[in-house]
């Protein structure tokens, strides 16, 4: 009965601790009007990186711009590019709103050596020399934490900037900056 009761209250707190948090609070793909994806590999799970990009398109600071340029991406990487799907397995806009990409289990087209291993996540802007405001910064910082904790990436995890792959400004001077204070950064 002692054991029972005690792993009711364990499920009890991971039920609790699943449903909060910007892992939880993703707007879905068909939330944002995502066009149909073409099948993409699996990515090794749990993910060993998590890679950080800037968009270089305009930020946006409501929903409807956001959603559009979630679209704008998705048709550029798939019409443009040939991709599967729009390159990021995540993104967030200064809505501070997680968006849901590729998500969790596909492989993503962000960082060349990389996509099979990690979680892409983009700010939505260009951050080159001013930072996304603090709460998106904060909001980034804790859905590398739950995913973690959700078991979506390994607990040895690097932290990564998309320029420590390839030759490319992204994610940005100023952000780049700020990640390499941030856990797990190498
Ligand atoms: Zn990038």
């Known amino acids: 009965m002692k054991i029972i009761v005690s ?5 009890f707190v991971v039920a609790v601790n699943g449903q909060t948090g910007p892992c939880a609070n993703v707007r879905t793909r068909a939330a944002w009007g995502a066009r ?4 993409a590999w699996l990515s090794t799970q749990p993910p060993t990186h998590f890679v950080v990009h800037h968009t270089v398109t305009a930020t946006c600071t409501t929903t409807a711009a956001c959603d559009a340029t979630m679209r704008s991406m998705q048709n550029g990487h798939m019409t443009g590019n040939g991709w599967a799907d729009i390159g990021y397995n995540f993104c967030i806009g200064n809505t501070n709103i997680v968006y849901e990409g590729r998500g969790w289990n596909r492989s993503g087209a962000h960082s060349p050596s990389f996509n099979t291993r990690s ?10 020399t001013v930072l996304p405001p603090q709460n998106v910064l904060n909001t980034a910082q804790a859905f590398i934490i739950c995913a973690r904790d959700w078991g979506r990436l390994t607990t040895t995890y690097r932290l990564m900037g998309h320029r420590q792959d390839v030759a490319t400004a992204c994610p940005g001077d100023a952000l780049f900056n700020q990640i390499r204070t941030w856990p797990r950064w190498s």
């Open 119 to 128: 979680i892409g996540f983009c700010f939505i802007g260009n951050f080159m």
């Open 7 to 11: 792993l009711l209250v364990v499920l």
């Open 36 to 39: 149909a994806a073409n099948p």
